[in-house]
């Protein structure tokens, strides 16, 4: 009888502070292959490192690199700005770790396959008892403080997530272009919050994060 193959899978957030737009949950999920792949890959594209440690180009060789690749698997989810006003901020993150988790493990390749769950520090599936059932089994995932330095599946979590909610603000940029949404992705730089102060809020803002900037 084969043995079962075994992926790591990492869940990490992007978008936490950033002032406008969604927060992004990404999940990764990689097997022994999909690392040895990853270490091969270095060669080329340098070492592997946390989104933000990365410039934009290496992230998308990176992301594209994960695209291609057999043994590695990836689920984004995302909660809009009025939601996150409404539940918080880590509660909301958290909803979203949980669901794109479910979402990976539905993949027949991952949910029947030998896992552990590792999400950077901050995020839980769910709730901090970090406990879910998976075919009837009892099992818990680990919440490790920085996660994203020592997990390589967190770190893919990251870099897909990070790369996508970019992706994502520069196109509502175009809609919004007062805020400069494509340099900032909705950080409060300078340029965003003078101009917060200036026009106000936009429909992508959480209030909740610019009520010091809004009369």
Do not use: C
């Not at 993949?107 to 901050?122: P, S, T």
Request: glycine share 8%; aromatic share 12%; charged share 30%.
């Amino acid at each position: 009888m084969q043995n079962k193959k075994h992926f790591i899978i990492g869940i990490d957030e992007v978008g936490r502070g950033s002032l406008a737009g969604p927060v992004f949950v990404g999940v990764a999920a990689v097997s022994k292959d999909g690392l040895l792949a990853i270490k091969n890959a270095e060669r080329k594209f340098g070492k592997i490192k946390d989104s933000k440690k990365l410039s934009p180009k290496k992230r998308n060789e990176w992301f594209f690199f994960f695209k291609k690749n057999k043994d590695i698997f990836f689920n984004i989810k995302m909660m809009n700005p009025s939601l996150i006003d409404k539940l918080n901020i880590s509660k909301s993150a958290n909803i979203l770790a949980l669901r794109a988790f479910k979402k990976i493990v539905l993949n027949k390749k991952i949910g029947k396959m030998d896992y552990d769950v590792f999400l950077d520090g901050g995020l839980y599936l769910g709730n901090k008892k970090n406990i879910f059932e998976m075919n009837g089994i009892n099992k818990k995932a680990k919440t490790i403080i920085k996660g994203d330095e020592k997990i390589i599946a967190i770190r893919i979590a990251s870099i897909v997530a990070k790369v996508l909610r970019d992706s994502y603000m520069i196109k509502i940029s175009k809609k919004y272009k007062k805020y400069n949404f494509d340099v900032n992705k909705g950080y409060g730089t300078r340029f965003h919050i003078n101009a917060i102060k200036k026009y106000g809020a936009s429909d992508i803002h959480r209030k909740t994060f610019i009520k010091n900037f809004v009369k």
